[in-house]
C-alpha cells in the first residue's frame, strides 16, 4: 500500500451527523472523494438532501435520514439504516452540534441542557449505536468526535454551555478510546477546530469585533479555511491513523498554543 493509498476509504461506509450544513457538508464531501458511502443524518430533512446530492455527483452511494442525535432511537436508526442499506459501517463523524453565547448569569437552565444534550450526550449515543455495530460485526472502526479547542482552552466568547459540551467530549474520546481500542480494534480521536467560517460562527466572524477577537487568539493571523479540516479529518478516519487513539488534535491556527 503506497503511503497516498492509506488515505483512502473504498468499500467503507462512513457515518456523519450534522450533515445538513457547515464542516457535515465538507466532511462528508471530504469522505465520498476518498471512496467511502455515505450515512448522513441530521434533522433538517431538506438540507439534508442537498449534501446527499453532492455525494451522490462525486460518484459514491449515499442516503439521508432524518435524525436528532438528542435521542437514542435516532442514532440506533441511523446506523442500522446504514448496514441496512450497505451492509456494515466503518466510520463515524460525531459533527452534530449547536453554538451558545449568553453569560452565565443570564443563560436559562433549558438553554444549557439543549447545548449538552445535542453535542455531548447525543454524540455519546451515536458512538453507542456505532460501537455496537461494529462489535457485532466483528470489525474495527474508526469514530472521529467534533470537539473544538473552546474544550481546550479558554475565550473571552462567553459560551460556557458550548465550552462544557467540548471539553465533555474530550473525555468522552479517552475513555472510550481505552475500552474500545484494543480488544474491539475501535479507534476513538477528535478533532479541536478553532473558527472557520460556517453558519455556526458567521454571526462572529462576520461581526468586526468579533472578528478582531478570534484574531488577536490566532498567531496565524486569519480564520480557517473549511479544506484545512480535511486532511486530519482523513488521518483519523482512514489506515492512515491506524496506531492513533485516543488523542484531540487540533487544527486551529496555534490558538491552543495561549
Given at each position: ?101 449568553a453569560p452565565a448569569h443570564k ?37 472521529v468526535n467534533v470537539s473544538s ?43 479541536a477546530p478553532s473558527f472557520f ?62
Amino acid at each position: 500500500m503506497s503511503v497516498l493509498d492509506q488515505f483512502r476509504l473504498d468499500g467503507r461506509v462512513a457515518v456523519v451527523t450534522g450533515a445538513s450544513s457547515g464542516l457535515g457538508v465538507t466532511f462528508a464531501e471530504a469522505l465520498a472523494e476518498a471512496g467511502a458511502d455515505l450515512v448522513l443524518g441530521a434533522r433538517r430533512a431538506d438540507r439534508l438532501e442537498e449534501t446527499k446530492g453532492k455525494v451522490e455527483a462525486l460518484g459514491r452511494r449515499c442516503i439521508a435520514v432524518s435524525t436528532d442525535v438528542s435521542q437514542p432511537a435516532d442514532c440506533e436508526a441511523l446506523v442500522a439504516a446504514g448496514v441496512e442499506a450497505f451492509g456494515d459501517v466503518h466510520v463515524l463523524v460525531n459533527n452534530a452540534g449547536v453554538g451558545s453565547s449568553a453569560p452565565a448569569h443570564k443563560e436559562q437552565p433549558e438553554a444549557f441542557t439543549k447545548v449538552l444534550d445535542i453535542n455531548l450526550t447525543g454524540a455519546y449515543y451515536m458512538a453507542q449505536a456505532f460501537g455496537r455495530a461494529c462489535i457485532a460485526a466483528g470489525h474495527g472502526g474508526s469514530i472521529v468526535n467534533v470537539s473544538s479547542v473552546l474544550g481546550i482552552s479558554g475565550s473571552d466568547i462567553p459560551q460556557v454551555a458550548y465550552s462544557a459540551s467540548k471539553a465533555g467530549l474530550l473525555g468522552m474520546t479517552r475513555d472510550l478510546a481505552m475500552q474500545w481500542s484494543g480488544r474491539r480494534g475501535i479507534r476513538v480521536n477528535a478533532l479541536a477546530p478553532s473558527f472557520f467560517a460556517s453558519e455556526m460562527t458567521d454571526p462572529l466572524l462576520q461581526n468586526e469585533i468579533g472578528q478582531q477577537k478570534v484574531l488577536a487568539r490566532t498567531p496565524m493571523g486569519r480564520v480557517g479555511e473549511v479544506r484545512e479540516l480535511t486532511g486530519a479529518l482523513l488521518l483519523l478516519a482512514s489506515d492512515a491513523g491506524s496506531y492513533i487513539t485516543g488523542i484531540t488534535l487540533p487544527v486551529d491556527g496555534g490558538w491552543s498554543l495561549h
